[in-house]
């Protein structure tokens, strides 16, 4: 089994930033994909940013020049470094990892942003 416990959402003014974290453990073997959805209420959720097979990365383009996803492998944690932040940018934030066996996705962080 593999536990992903993700941090950093909360309320910020439209124009902040916020910083997402996920932390990997248990049985990880071996990552093949890890990033970030999103879902706001309503909607499907969606990709925000990711890491896809053969580390290039992957970001929505609503987030593009905004949004930053990085990882430290040591630690199999990635982040999202979330700028520019806006209210349609407010939405539950979940982090997900494929190991190659299956899929694993985190509790979710609710991220918030007022006009």
């Known amino acids: 089994q593999v536990q992903l416990v993700e941090s950093g959402g909360g309320l910020v003014q439209a124009g902040g930033s916020l910083r997402l974290s996920c932390a990997a453990s248990?049985?990880?073997?071996?990552?093949?994909?890890m990033g970030w959805y999103r879902q706001a209420p309503g909607k499907q959720r969606e990709l925000v940013a990711a890491f896809t097979v053969g580390g290039r990365t992957s970001y929505t383009d609503s987030v593009k020049d905004r949004f930053t996803i990085s990882r430290d492998n040591a630690k199999n944690t990635v982040y999202l470094q979330m700028n520019s932040l806006k209210p349609e940018d407010t939405a539950v934030y979940y982090c997900?990892?494929?190991?190659?066996?299956?899929?694993?996705w985190g509790q979710g962080t609710q991220v918030t942003v007022s006009s």
């Open positions: 248990g049985s990880i073997f071996s990552i093949r994909t």
């Open positions: 997900k990892l494929d190991n190659f066996r299956s899929v694993y």
